[in-house]
């Protein structure tokens, strides 16, 4: 029986994304259009086993040397990686594609879980996907190697994924750590309001990851990333902003204070009729949450009086499947960290999950490296509070289908880096 790697149509590759169990938004039609506004050519291809698509991919490519191409395969493709034997027959189909395009060299970081970890990194001993790796060796595609940290120039390997299916909230908070848990209930006793974003408003998510990229590192796509994306991916990329409403913020915390008076005052009448060691520490309970009261009273009237009535704390964007919801790109304002404004976030689109049946929330990236003194291990922290997963996956991968051209090709890039420093 011959198997054929061949172009399809748009909507072919459409549907069958569609029905794909295991999808993810880079392998989309969506993804292809944020691309190809980005100048990629695109290849919607699909491997048929006479007249059923057993796999599919989207592949794009960009021109880099006279009429040879880098082609690449984002997150891989759509196949089942447990098959071996279809795996074995795609590779070859597509290296045959490969060189009828003009492709120079080929990149792909397969969606695929390389082994299993607990939720503190360790790597639990059995299952390991040596055996895929091995089988893109023997095509000729060259593994990059188990990276660990963040590379601006790489999507993550290691990711923080939170399991939805069948559990509800109650679920959800049961497991969290009791910081996160605590955290989760002031951001709703503060009050923080969130604005889902549209495209005029995604300011104020370049603003926030802007900001935090600049204090932790990282690189800030341009505003009109942000817009490109949503224009693209329509519905399937949302974006959100956390606010401090300061009026809100003044009147809770007074109508608090007058609750604790009247709460106060009765306790005294307790404490006259009985003068108890119990009542004497409600006395001095309410005391403390009559002087918490009365700071949150005098920070929300000095932060209307310099912000406004309005404060943005945090952002983050979304992209949305039926599989998972993956949190992409955030950031938050340093100067009312206080707040806790990403648990607001976090809390909001997780219970958005659970509504919409979506299998997982995937928090998405890690560093891989578990340890306190990693420059990233407070990430770490904050998405293993919500008890996600550790997920390592296989890795990334280099195909060079002309190699003395490639190796030209490389020593042009090597002058051309030199000549510019």
Same mark, same amino acid.
């Given at each position: 029986?011959?198997?054929?790697?061949?172009?399809? +149509?748009?909507? @072919?590759?459409?549907?069958?994304?569609? &029905?794909?169990?295991?999808?993810?938004?880079? #392998?989309?039609?969506?993804?292809?259009?944020? @691309?190809?506004?980005?100048?990629?050519?695109?290849?919607?291809?699909?491997?048929?086993? @006479?007249?059923?698509?057993?796999?599919? %991919?989207?592949?794009?490519?960009?021109?880099?040397?006279?009429?040879?191409?880098? /082609?690449?395969?984002?997150?891989? /493709?759509?196949?089942?990686?447990?098959?071996?034997?279809?795996?074995?027959?795609?590779?070859?189909?597509?290296?045959?594609?490969?060189?009828?395009?003009?492709?120079?060299?080929?990149?792909?970081?397969?969606?695929?879980?390389? #082994?299993?970890?607990?939720?503190?990194?360790?790597?639990?001993?059995?299952?390991?996907?040596?055996?895929?790796?091995?089988?893109?060796?023997?095509?000729?595609?060259?593994?990059?190697?188990?990276?660990?940290?963040?590379?601006? &120039?790489?999507?993550?390997?290691?990711?923080?994924?939170?399991?939805?299916?069948?559990?509800?909230?109650?679920?959800?908070?049961?497991?969290?750590?009791?910081? %996160?848990?605590?955290?989760?209930?002031?951001?709703?006793?503060?009050?923080? *309001?969130?604005?889902?974003?549209?495209?005029?408003?995604?300011?104020?998510?370049?603003?926030?990851?802007? %900001?935090?990229?600049?204090?932790?590192?990282?690189?800030?796509?341009?505003?009109?990333?942000? %817009?490109?994306?949503?224009?693209?991916?329509?519905?399937?990329? #949302?974006?959100?902003?956390?606010?401090?409403?300061?009026?809100?913020?003044?009147?809770?915390?007074?109508?608090?204070?007058?609750?604790?008076?009247?709460?106060?005052?009765?306790?005294?009448?307790?404490?006259?009729?009985?003068? +108890?060691?119990?009542?004497?520490? *409600?006395?001095?309970?309410?005391?403390?949450?009559?002087?918490?009261?009365?700071?949150?009273?005098?920070?929300?009237?000095?932060?209307?009086?310099?912000?406004?009535?309005?404060?943005?704390?945090?952002?983050?964007?979304?992209?949305?499947?039926?599989?998972?919801?993956?949190?992409?790109?955030?950031?938050?304002?340093?100067?009312?960290?206080?707040?806790?404004?990403?648990?607001?976030? #976090?809390?909001?689109?997780?219970?958005?999950?659970?509504?919409?049946?979506?299998?997982?929330?995937? /928090?998405?990236?890690?560093?891989?490296?578990?340890?306190?003194?990693?420059?990233?291990?407070?990430?770490?922290?904050?998405?293993?509070?919500?008890?996600?997963?550790?997920?390592?996956?296989?890795?990334?991968?280099?195909?060079?289908?002309?190699?003395?051209?490639?190796?030209?090709?490389?020593?042009?890039?090597?002058?051309?880096?030199?000549?510019?420093?």
């Amino acid at each position: 029986m011959i198997m054929i790697l061949k172009n399809i +149509s748009e909507e @072919e590759f459409s549907n069958f994304y569609e &029905n794909f169990e295991q999808k993810c938004f880079w #392998q989309s039609v969506s993804m292809a259009h944020f @691309e190809s506004s980005h100048g990629w050519s695109i290849h919607y291809l699909g491997f048929y086993d @006479e007249d059923v698509i057993r796999a599919a %991919t989207v592949l794009i490519s960009k021109k880099v040397m006279g009429k040879y191409a880098l /082609f690449e395969a984002l997150r891989g /493709f759509l196949i089942d990686y447990d098959d071996l034997d279809l795996m074995d027959a795609f590779l070859n189909e597509l290296k045959i594609y490969l060189h009828a395009h003009n492709c120079l060299y080929m990149k792909i970081d397969p969606y695929c879980e390389y #082994q299993p970890h607990d939720k503190d990194g360790n790597a639990i001993e059995g299952y390991r996907r040596d055996d895929l790796i091995d089988l893109f060796e023997k095509h000729g595609f060259i593994h990059q190697g188990f990276r660990n940290g963040s590379d601006n &120039n790489y999507e993550p390997r290691w990711m923080s994924i939170l399991p939805l299916e069948g559990k509800d909230e109650e679920d959800i908070l049961k497991k969290c750590d009791s910081k %996160t848990r605590q955290n989760i209930v002031n951001t709703q006793k503060t009050g923080l *309001k969130i604005d889902r974003l549209n495209k005029s408003e995604l300011y104020r998510l370049h603003d926030m990851v802007s %900001t935090t990229g600049q204090r932790r590192h990282f690189l800030n796509p341009d505003l009109s990333y942000y %817009t490109d994306f949503m224009t693209s991916f329509h519905e399937n990329m #949302q974006a959100y902003c956390v606010y401090l409403d300061t009026k809100d913020y003044y009147e809770r915390y007074r109508k608090n204070y007058e609750e604790l008076i009247k709460e106060k005052e009765h306790i005294y009448k307790l404490i006259e009729e009985t003068d +108890s060691k119990k009542n004497r520490s *409600k006395s001095k309970n309410c005391e403390n949450k009559i002087t918490a009261a009365l700071k949150r009273i005098d920070e929300a009237k000095k932060l209307r009086e310099e912000y406004g009535d309005k404060i943005d704390l945090a952002a983050a964007m979304y992209v949305i499947t039926d599989r998972e919801i993956v949190y992409l790109f955030s950031g938050s304002n340093d100067t009312f960290k206080h707040f806790k404004a990403a648990y607001a976030l #976090q809390w909001y689109m997780i219970k958005y999950g659970i509504e919409h049946h979506i299998k997982r929330y995937n /928090f998405y990236g890690i560093s891989g490296i578990f340890s306190p003194e990693d420059e990233e291990y407070g990430v770490y922290l904050f998405k293993k509070g919500f008890d996600a997963d550790v997920i390592e996956l296989i890795g990334n991968f280099e195909y060079i289908d002309r190699k003395r051209t490639y190796t030209v090709y490389e020593d042009l890039r090597r002058i051309k880096h030199l000549v510019r420093k």
